[in-house]
């Protein structure tokens, strides 16, 4: 009995000490952190956006976080700046990512801010990158005889275009576009907001 009392306190201090030091400490560092002026809040279309994003769980593939270039050629790839804290100011949760299936969307908003491109990429990836292994997400999307005025229709390439209609985008595809290409950091930070990737 005593032993199990040992490893129990043993266990509860373990417990303690790894909250202190993975959620107090590095909450209490970074709590006053400020957003950039660049940065801009979420619309309310791309706060939802966001949940459909969340929901689809595309942070599994996607990261939003670009590393040093001594931890990785990020900046090679086109990805932009390592990211620092005051980035993720309006993000909750936030979704960073840990794998990389998929190219890092912390600026896919500067690489691809064409809502059509978007769109057609959400509808079939293949049909604006191929070789991808992203999935397609036709459930976002319509197939109607005729567009509707005031509908997003999605430009598709023949191959990839249904024989005949027209395919809409819905609401909630167009939110998560809109999402994406809200996703561009490429402001300039201050020295103090660089010291953090030091």
């Known amino acids: 009995m005593n032993?199990?009392?040992?490893?129990?306190?043993g266990a509860l201090i373990t417990l303690a000490l790894a909250t202190l030091l993975l959620v107090a400490l590095p909450y209490r560092e970074l709590r006053a952190v400020k957003a950039p002026e660049a940065l801009a809040p979420y619309t309310v279309a791309q706060l939802r956006?966001?949940?459909t994003y969340i929901s689809m769980g595309c942070v599994y593939c996607h990261t939003?976080?670009?590393?040093?270039?001594?931890?990785?050629?990020?900046?090679?790839?086109?990805?932009?700046?390592?990211?620092?804290?005051?980035?993720?100011?309006?993000?909750?949760?936030?979704?960073?990512?840990?794998?990389?299936?998929?190219?890092?969307?912390?600026?896919?908003?500067a690489r691809q801010p064409s809502v059509d491109w978007q769109l057609t990429h959400?509808?079939?990836?293949?049909?604006?990158?191929?070789?991808?292994?992203?999935?397609?997400?036709?459930?976002?999307?319509?197939?109607?005889?005729?567009a509707a005025p005031g509908e997003k229709v999605v430009s598709l390439p023949p191959q990839y275009a249904p024989a005949h209609g027209q395919i809409v985008a819905t609401q909630e595809a167009l939110d998560l576009a809109a999402y994406l290409i809200s996703l561009n950091h490429t402001y300039l930070i201050s020295a103090s907001e660089a010291g953090a990737l030091q």
Not at 3 to 9: E, G, P, S
Not at 70 to 78: E, I, T
Not at 133 to 146: C, D, N, T
């Open 3 to 9: 032993r199990l009392l040992t490893i129990f306190i």
């Open 49 to 51: 956006g966001r949940g």
């Open 64 to 109: 939003q976080q670009p590393r040093a270039d001594s931890f990785g050629p990020d900046g090679l790839r086109g990805w932009g700046r390592p990211s620092v804290p005051a980035d993720y100011a309006y993000d909750d949760p936030h979704q960073l990512g840990v794998a990389r299936t998929g190219p890092d969307l912390f600026n896919v908003g």
């Open 122 to 146: 959400l509808y079939q990836p293949r049909a604006v990158s191929p070789g991808s292994v992203m999935p397609s997400y036709p459930f976002l999307f319509r197939h109607v005889a005729q």
